[in-house]
């Protein structure tokens, strides 16, 4: 008896496992991934395809003319301020964050960030590789709660 009732009990803790990670996927795999970008720029379009590849997800592309406008209106402080902006589940995402980054705040749902930021258009960040140029660069995390670094390059 003891025996069927450890067979249950894994069955039971695979099953439940199951379930939470296809919850966990189903909820990643629900979120909307809208780009805003200028239209003039080309370097957009290469992040939102790194987006894509890497997560799996589907990007919406849409061309604002007036950036700094919408900028203002999703509260992305003046120096954090990138190319395109990304809204993902009330998230937003400034310039050429990694996507495993990304990934990671979608997962871990900090308290107090509103977004993450690459500043300016570093080379080597995803979307504007350029041969094997780098430069060293810093995901930053915004919100109620401040700043931080939410990842180094």
């Not at 450890?6 to 803790?13: D, E, G, K, Y």
């Amino acid at each position: 008896m003891i025996a069927g009732k450890s067979v249950s009990l894994r069955r039971f803790a695979a099953i439940s496992l199951l379930a939470f990670t296809a919850a966990c996927t189903s909820a990643a795999d629900a979120a909307t991934y809208t780009m805003y970008r200028d239209p003039q720029c080309g370097c957009c379009e290469q992040w939102a395809d790194h987006v894509h590849s890497n997560l799996k997800a589907s990007v919406a592309v849409v061309d604002k003319a007036d950036m700094a406008a919408f900028k203002d209106s999703k509260g992305v402080p003046q120096d954090l301020r990138s190319c395109h902006t990304m809204v993902v589940d009330s998230y937003i995402i400034e310039g050429h964050v990694p996507a495993r980054d990304l990934a990671r705040l979608l997962r871990e749902r900090p308290a107090g960030i509103r977004g993450l930021a690459v500043p300016g258009m570093p080379l080597g960040s995803p979307g504007m590789e350029m041969g094997n140029q780098k430069q060293p660069y810093q995901v930053i995390a915004f919100g109620p709660a401040g700043r931080r670094v939410f990842s180094s390059y």
